[in-house]
C-alpha cells in the first residue's frame, strides 16, 4: 500500500498465449488447428511476419511484453484474463471453431511479468476439454498464479483469488463470464463436472446471486473486483443490460468491474467512485496481419492502472498507458494513434459521462473532477 493509503492495480485485456504466440516460445505445444481456414498455428507466425517482419524463434518470455514490462512495476497487484487452455494434450473440444493452447513449459511468460491473479472464465479454457483444463488449474496452482472463474467442480470455480501483501486489506477477485462472449453454456461448472463460472444473465437476481457469493467470503476490509467476459467481439455497443448489472454490482459493494472479451478498447465509466472497464480489448494476441476490422484498430491495446483508496475503494486515478503489437511484442505508442484512442473512446463513451483526458506523457487518464455525481 502506498503511503497515501492507497492500491495500484494494473488491468487489461485479454492475454491469448496459445496459438501463433505459443508457437514462437521456447516450448511450443502441437500446432494442429481445425479451424475453417487455417489447421496450423505457425501460420499466424507467417500472417503476422508479413506484416511486420520476422520473428525470430525462439523469443525470450519477456519478448511478449515488450515495453511494457518496464511499466508493470508501478502496480500492486497485476490481474489479467488468461484466454487460452494451458495443456500439451486433451482432446479438441467438438464443433467449436477457435481453439488456443499454451505448452505448460511456457508458463514463465506470465511469471516472468510478475502476474498476480488469472480470470479463467472464459471462452477458450476448456478448448481441449475436462483434461486440459485440469492442466491449465495445476499448471497455475505449481508456478504459485493466483485464479479464479474455473474449477474441478462448481465449488471451487466460484472461489475467488484472494491477493495478500503485507499492511494491504485484502484483495477478492471473483471471475465470472456470459454466452454472450462465446462461452458454450455446457462449460458451466457443476457439482459434478469441471468448468467455468457461467452466468445465467445480467438480471437483478443474477446480480444478488453473485453478490452473495461474493458477501460470504468478504471481510469488512476486503476490497473486491469482478473480472467478467462478456459481449461481443467487434464493435462499441454496450448494453443497457451490462450497464445495470455493472452498476447494480457496485451498488452492492464491488469496488472494480474488469470487463473483457472486445478485440479492441471499449468505453468505460466511472460509477459512485467505481471503476468500470466494459471492454479493455486484446492484449497479447497473434492477430498481427489478419484482415476485416481494421477500423476498431485492434492492434491498440491499453495498459489501465486504476489506483484506489484502501479504506472504501473509491478510484482516485486511472493511468491508461497505450500499446501497440508487432511482431508479437508491444511497444509504447504516440502521436496519431494516442490521439486517436482518446478521441474514439471520448465519442463512443459520451453517454457515460467519463471524458477521457490525453496527457502530455502520450497515457490517457480520466478526468475525475469532470464526472457528475450518480
Known sequence: M?????????????????????QVLPWPAPPELRERYIQDANDYVRLAET???PIARPVSYEHIWG????????ADFRIVNLETSVTAGGEFWPRKPVHYRMHPNNIDCLTVAGIDCCSLANNHVLDF???GLIETLETLDGASLHRTGAGRDAGEARKPAILEKPAQPRVLVFGVGSQTSGIPPEWAATNENPGVFLLDDFSSRAAELLLEEIDAVRRES???????????NWGYEI???QI???????????????GHSSHHVRPLEVYRDRLILYGCGDFITDYEGIGGYERFRGDLGLMYFARIRADDGALTDLRMVPMQSNRFSLYRVEGADVEWLCNELNFEGRYLDTPIHLNDDATLSVELAKIPQK
Open 2 to 22: 502506498h503511503e497515501n493509503g492507497t492500491i495500484v492495480f494494473f488491468l487489461c485485456g485479454d492475454v491469448m498465449t496459445g496459438r501463433g504466440i505459443d
Open 51 to 53: 506484416a511486420n517482419g
Open 67 to 74: 515495453e511494457a514490462l518496464p511499466e508493470l512495476v508501478h
Open 129 to 131: 476439454g475436462y483434461p
Open 222 to 232: 476486503d476490497r473486491v473486483i469482478v473480472s467478467i467476459h462478456w459481449g461481443s
Open 239 to 241: 448494453s443497457e443490460e
Open 244 to 258: 445495470v448489472f455493472a452498476h447494480d454490482l457496485i451498488d452492492g459493494g464491488v469496488d472494480i468491474i474488469h
